[in-house]
């Protein structure tokens, strides 16, 4: 996974493809079990995925409403359909993922 700027996220999350970003802080432990969830999942789909410390994003976890880390953001369109944060396990995870690319029509 690709450490993502804000400004690279906002051109995927406009794409017509569904696109993916995780936020993390370094020092979050849960956070670290989630990557490694996640590094799977890259290996596993084409849709775009990124990485990006909350840190540096400004004030994008005001925007988005994001309450807590580890978090998935997953948008199409310049929307977010999802906002994951109990990662559970990668099935739990690849199913969501595919189920929100099925009902999101272009």
Known sequence: ???????????????????????????????????KMLNVINEMV????????INFLGNLAQEYEIESV?????AKNGIIYKKIYAFQAVPYLLETIKSIDDQVVV
């Not at 084409?46 to 410390?53: C, D, E, R, T, V």
């Not at 580890?70 to 997953?74: A, K, N, R």
């Open 70 to 74: 580890p978090c998935l953001l997953i």
């Open 1 to 35: 996974m690709n450490e993502w700027t804000r400004e690279q996220w906002e051109q995927h999350k406009n794409n017509s493809q569904l696109s993916l970003l995780y936020i993390y802080t370094p020092m979050c432990g849960t956070c670290q079990v989630a990557s």
């Open 46 to 53: 084409s849709y775009p995925l990124g990485q990006a410390n």
